[in-house]
């Protein structure tokens, strides 16, 4: 059965910092990868998706994935997060089918 | 303007009741979700509709029963609530089946006591 694994439950960093959300899936077929946001209190916002075709994608607020074949990874990234940028993330993915299968989610929680 | 839009947003019940969250979409998508996230944050589908017709129907309890009385629209009801229903149920849907990219609405967070 296909699954997503978010290693990190929290990730605590610097306003202004780097930082890298892990998202590792499972599937031994082609796979569509997406990365979601839930502000508090929120529901979920797409953030970035591969569907197809180049294998780094970004989104608007900065972010950026890139869909790794071989290691069966699409880890998130940002080279200089804000404190807006305090969240839960997480990493679904979906074969040719209707319905995602999510990671546990990463907190990312930004210090100013 | 809200795309994917669910009521009510809370929801406080005692056990024993049966309850009844309502979602529409004004996106003009064919396929409607509904999910649930535990306490753990944990995320995990539970049922799908694709212009009115049930095509996803995961280990859920009977209890549970989705109604689609049109493809805008995805309802769930819930018979004889228990402590462990406690959860925020999210409603989503994507322009076709088949493309697993979903837009959601902001939660309704139930409360069995």
Known sequence: ?112 | DTAVSQTPKYLVTQMGNDKSIKCEQNLGHDTMYWYKQDSKKFLKIMFSYNNKELIINETVPNRFSPKSPDKAHLNLHINSLELGDSAVYFCASSPRAGLAEAFFGQGTRLTVV
């Open chain 1, 1 to 112: 059965a296909q699954s997503v694994t978010q290693l990190d439950s929290q990730v605590p960093v610097f306003e202004e910092a780097p930082v890298e959300l892990r998202c590792n899936y499972s599937s031994s077929v082609s796979v569509y990868l997406f990365w979601y946001v839930q502000y508090p209190n929120q529901g979920l916002q797409l953030l970035l998706k591969y569907l197809s075709g180049s294998t780094l994608v970004e989104s608007i607020n900065g972010f950026e994935a890139e869909f790794n074949k071989s290691q069966t990874s699409f880890h998130l990234r940002k080279p200089s997060v804000h404190i807006s940028d305090t969240a839960e993330y997480f990493c679904a993915a979906a074969r040719s089918s209707y319905k995602l299968i999510f990671g546990s989610g990463t907190r990312l929680l930004v210090r100013p």
